[in-house]
C-alpha cells in the first residue's frame, strides 16, 4: 500500500510540474507576443523608433527567462528563436523595411513552436 501512494504521489507531483510548465510557457510566450504585435503595429504607423523599443522590450523578457528556457526547451529551438529576434531587430535599426515582415513572421512561427512544444496531445506522448 505504500508503495501505491509513493507511486501516486510521485505521479501527482510530476502532473502539477507539468501543468506548471504549459502554463509557464504560455505566459511567457504570450507576453512576448503582446510587444511583438505591438512593434509590428507600429511599424505599419511608421513609428520605427517605437517598433524598436517594443521589439527590445519582448528580447529583455526572452533573454530574462533564459534560466528557464533552457532547462525545459530544446537549444536548437531557444538558439533559433535567439537570432531571429537579433535579425529582426538589425532589419527594424538598419531601415531594412522589406524584410521586416517576414521576420516578424518567424518571430510568431518560432514562439507557436514553443507554446506547441510544450502542451500534452496525442501526438506528442505516442
Known sequence: ?????????????????SVW???????LTGEIREHIEISEQA????D?????????AALRIWLAARDY????LRHPELDETSDVFYETLQALKGGEY????????????HLDCIADMEHVRPGSIF
Request: glycine content about 6%.
Open 21 to 27: 510548465n504549459i502554463r509557464k510557457a504560455d505566459r
Open 1 to 17: 500500500m505504500k508503495r501505491e501512494i509513493g507511486a501516486l504521489a510521485l505521479l501527482s507531483v510530476l502532473i502539477a510540474g
Open 43 to 46: 511599424v505599419r504607423a511608421g
Open 98 to 109: 522589406r524584410a521586416v515582415p517576414a521576420a516578424f513572421e518567424r518571430l510568431h512561427y
Open 48 to 56: 520605427s523608433k517605437y517598433a524598436v523599443e517594443q521589439l527590445e
Open 69 to 72: 528556457t533552457q532547462i525545459v
